[in-house]
């Protein structure tokens, strides 16, 4: 991650958090569900429910995330 601008940095940290998010989806359908009393399933049309807005949040969080992460290893300078 050495030598890599706040763009790259950011599209580092959006690629990646799309597949924690893809990753990660029915693991956080399987949770809410439990909290609701909903019945367990692995039907593809209810675990991904949701995953676009899901996606949207988390690949600008941490695009920003790393953006800012590498801006303040670069020392905070405006150039780098």
């Not at 030598?3 to 950011?10: F, H, I, S, V, Y």
């Not at 569900?33 to 675990?47: D, V």
């Not at 676009?52 to 920003?64: D, P, Q, Y």
Request: aromatic share 6%; charged share 15%.
């Amino acid at each position: 991650m050495e030598g890599l601008t706040e763009l790259e940095n950011a599209a580092v940290g959006a690629a990646s958090a799309g597949c924690v998010a893809v990753t990660l989806q029915p693991t956080l359908y399987w949770k809410n569900a439990a909290a609701q009393g909903l019945p367990f399933t692995l039907r593809p049309s209810l675990l991904f429910r949701g995953c676009g807005a899901n996606l949207l949040k988390e690949t600008s969080e941490m695009a920003l995330q790393f953006a800012a992460a590498g801006r303040m290893k670069a020392g905070g300078d405006a150039s780098s």
